[in-house]
């Protein structure tokens, strides 16, 4: 850390990120041009929809063993404490920038870590419900029928999550998408978005 810069993310760490957001961008597209005939478009971008089905359960288990290094590296972090939970019964003042009152946050704040779990949690049901539609001929019909209703409500909650983050990111939070990109933030910004994550490394 310099007067002018506070590391907030190492290269691993950055790495990871965003070779798991590239594979579920892919299996997230793929995904829904197997799902809808209105994302036809997406297959056809992906290379049709013979290739689609093929490599679609393949960026799946990409995603979940990216998704499995970033647990293992991130969840002693991102466990809830009381500050947290304070935090999430006022987000909406944040999600606005009226943070009076507001808790301070360590290196993650309360809806980072919810982002967390909630991707760690759906990234468990796409995996075992997506292997069950991948070798369907192997499972028994009550298992293929849950499935076929797990897949896609797990879809939905982590591609929830994924526009709210995205959104949050880059419009609501200027900076955030900074320290991802380049790993650094300015003493301001650590001192104003997380305030107890800054007084532990100085």
């Known amino acids: 850390m310099s007067s002018a810069r506070v590391t907030r993310f190492s290269s691993a760490e950055r ?5 798991t957001a ?9 995904g829904l041009a197997i799902w809808s005939r209105r994302m036809w478009w997406a297959a056809i971008a992906l290379g049709g929809g013979e290739t689609v089905r093929a490599w679609h ?12 290094t970033m647990f293992r590296r991130w969840s002693a972090q991102m466990r809830l404490d009381a500050d947290d939970k304070r935090w999430l019964a006022v ?3 944040y999600a606005v920038h009226q943070e009076g009152g507001v808790p301070e946050s360590g290196r993650f704040n309360a809806g980072q870590k919810m982002l ?4 760690s949690s759906s990234a468990i049901l796409l995996f075992a419900s997506g292997a069950v539609l991948w070798f369907p001929e192997l499972m028994p019909r009550t298992l293929r029928l849950a499935a076929i209703l797990i897949h896609p409500i797990a879809s939905v909650a982590s591609i929830g999550g994924i526009i709210v983050h995205i ?3 880059t419009l609501v939070v200027p900076g955030a998408l900074r320290a991802m990109l380049r790993g650094w933030v300015t003493p301001a910004w650590a001192a104003s978005h997380h305030a107890k994550w800054f007084r532990e490394i100085k």
């Not at 790495?15 to 070779?19: A, D, E, F, P, V």
């Not at 590239?22 to 793929?30: D, P, V």
């Open 116 to 119: 967390f779990w909630l991707q």
């Open 15 to 19: 790495l990871t990120h965003w070779l």
């Open 22 to 30: 590239i594979s579920f961008l892919y299996a997230g597209l793929s």
């Open 91 to 93: 987000s909406h003042k």
């Open 57 to 68: 359960p393949i960026a799946g288990v990409v995603f979940a063993l990216l998704l499995a």
């Open 167 to 169: 959104y949050m990111s």
